[in-house]
């Protein structure tokens, strides 16, 4: 097997975003493109030379090829192992575990998460470094930087390498290793939770409806959820991985986890709905006629942590996303946890977690996850879910009854306005961020503005500063509005409007988050002249 040398160039704006570097699937199947990344994230991190990483992808278009890409290129650059998960496949969150328990020195994870997948959908790399997180910023700017001056990179010749049953195999001098992408997962889930509890929950009737959206938890829930927990075959739907999800949009919220939805707002309805995305990370929880939305999911979560065995002794803390709503700092605060405001995207709880600051933290784009491993994890999230009922013996819609009673409701939506021009996103944006000194004080809607700020970070754990993370309004009366470009897109601008307000009044907890943000939907135009500047009058997605 010989090493080739093949020369290149810099390919521009191999930049790694919120999660990872996404693009068109095209763009990444053309010349040197995945190759010229994969080169950058070698040199990024030292050299591919004795090292070894985890490897493993979501199961969408290009997700095989790549991975054996990426094989020929650790081989053809020295390193000593490759784990990967059988068939290239590993959540992400299972991809977090086996970077952290097998001590390896990060690990390549092939997915563009939530984003629909094909030929002419999306496809995303990211690197992950030994604690198991997502990249920090040093890290993907060394990335970066070396994909700015790549010049050629290495690859072995060599066959397709056999990933699709556990065993090793060597290629070149490096042993890959592949897994059952499943089996330390699951091991871990049955460290955390109860499962004899939640077992005997299913013994007892309980019926769930589990939407794998045809991407890659359905292996992960079907081996779980029927296989140790004994829940009903069927429990798990659309649960085989397909290259293009079967067409689905493998985000679970209301909108894209539809079917989801109407099977949970139907008469006869499952006692628990619950979603997952591409790769496996976020999660989506329903009860019957009751949407849970992430932000409170998190603040329930918190609330009744002790109950499972991995968390028994309480919580050291939670963070949350500076968007994701304030539901969980009341539960902090009423239990004396320590708490913590971060930016967007998972990489900054990663310090926190290390540090042993916090145990639980969540962002309200349906992301959860705990210290168990550093990333965001779907299922995780749905087994809490089912311990708690488990341990309580409550149906959704009481848990979330119970929560408001004690804490108060927090209503939350986000409005995105998605393909917008970049030049027209980022001109709302920045006419906003200079108006922000002039707002405070001011009335919009009939409600006061308290304070207006871009919200910048500054990590407690490594001094570092994170900012321009969002522009955030605040109201009298606990309301809130923020304002912020995803950092994820693949085309255009998409402006995310993150609405919350706040009520105790028992008698307003049963209304329509969207009509009781009505104020705040109506304040959030007004301030930003969205409808006037992109000529859309209503949001592309609500969640
Ligand atoms: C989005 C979500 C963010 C999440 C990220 C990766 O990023 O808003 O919470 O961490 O996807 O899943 P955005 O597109 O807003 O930058
Ligand atoms: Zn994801």
Same mark, same amino acid.
């Given at each position: ?53 985890? *490897? ?129 997962? /699951? ?11 939640? /077992? ?11 939407? /794998? ?29 397909? #290259? ?5 949009? #493998? ?101 926190? *977690? ?65 393909? *917008? ?8 944006? $920045? ?48 309301? &809130?509005?923020?304002?912020? *470009? ?24 049963? $209304? ?29 997605? &609500?969640?």
């Amino acid at each position: 097997m010989d090493v080739i040398t093949v020369a290149t160039d810099p390919i521009e704006g191999q930049k790694p975003g919120t999660s990872g570097l996404r693009k068109k699937t095209r763009v990444f199947m053309g010349p040197h493109y995945l190759e010229n990344f994969v080169q950058a994230i070698f040199d990024g991190i030292g050299g591919a030379q004795g090292k070894t990483l985890v *490897l493993g992808g979501d199961g969408r278009y290009f997700n095989d090829r790549a991975a054996q890409v990426i094989l020929r290129m650790a081989a053809a650059q020295g390193a000593r192992r490759v784990i990967v998960g059988a068939g290239a496949l590993l959540s992400t969150p299972a991809a977090s575990n086996l970077i952290r328990t097998r001590r390896t020195d990060g690990g390549i994870i092939l997915s563009a998460s939530h984003n629909p997948g094909g030929p002419d959908e999306d496809f995303g790399v990211k690197f992950n470094t030994p604690n198991g997180g997502p990249a920090p910023q040093d890290v993907t700017e060394r990335i970066h930087a070396a994909s700015m001056r790549v010049s050629d990179y290495r690859i072995l010749e060599s066959q397709d390498i056999d990933l699709s049953r556990p065993g090793e195999t060597t290629l070149g001098a490096t042993t890959v290793e592949v897994v059952d992408p499943v089996a330390d997962y /699951a091991a871990l889930m049955e460290r955390l939770f109860d499962f004899d509890r939640i /077992a005997a929950l299913f013994a007892g009737g309980f019926r769930m409806r589990y939407d /794998a959206m045809n991407a890659v938890t359905g292996p992960y829930a079907r081996a779980i959820l029927e296989g140790r927990l004994g829940a009903p075959e069927g429990t798990v739907v659309n649960g085989h991985p397909l #290259p293009d999800f079967g067409g689905m949009h #493998p985000d679970p919220n209301p909108i894209w986890a539809k079917e989801l939805m109407d099977a949970m707002m139907a008469e006869g309805a499952p006692d628990l709905g619950a979603a997952s995305d591409g790769d496996g990370d976020r999660n989506m929880i329903v009860g019957p006629h009751t949407y849970v939305t992430p932000s409170d999911s998190l603040a329930v979560l918190a609330a009744n942590a002790h109950l499972c065995p991995g968390y028994a002794d309480g919580l050291e803390g939670v963070a949350r996303s500076m968007p994701t709503s304030r539901a969980v700092d009341r539960v902090a605060q009423a239990r004396g946890m320590a708490f913590y405001e971060t930016p967007t995207g998972w990489k900054f709880f990663g310090n926190l *977690l290390d540090d042993g600051r916090v145990t639980l933290c969540g962002e309200e784009s349906a992301g959860t996850g705990s210290a168990h491993v550093r990333e965001k994890d779907g299922l995780w999230a749905v087994l809490m879910w089912l311990n708690l009922l488990a341990a309580t013996g409550k149906t959704v819609p009481r848990v979330m009854a119970d929560h408001w009673a004690e804490f108060g409701r927090d209503f939350y939506s986000r409005h995105d306005y998605e393909g *917008l021009d970049a030049g027209v996103a980022g001109k709302l944006m $920045e006419d906003l961020r200079l108006r922000l000194d002039d707002i405070a004080g001011t009335e919009w809607g009939g409600r006061m503005v308290e304070a207006a700020d871009e919200f910048a970070y500054d990590d407690p754990v490594d001094g570092s500063r994170a900012e321009a993370q969002g522009l955030r309004v605040r109201f009298s009366g606990g309301g &809130r509005i923020v304002f912020r *470009l995803s950092g994820t897109g693949t085309s255009g601008a998409t402006l995310r409007v993150y609405l919350e307000d706040y009520t105790d009044d028992p008698a307003r907890f049963g $209304e329509d988050p969207q009509v009781a943000l009505a104020p705040m939907i109506a304040a959030a135009d007004a301030l930003a002249g969205i409808a006037a500047r992109t000529g859309r009058t209503a949001p592309d997605v &609500r969640t």
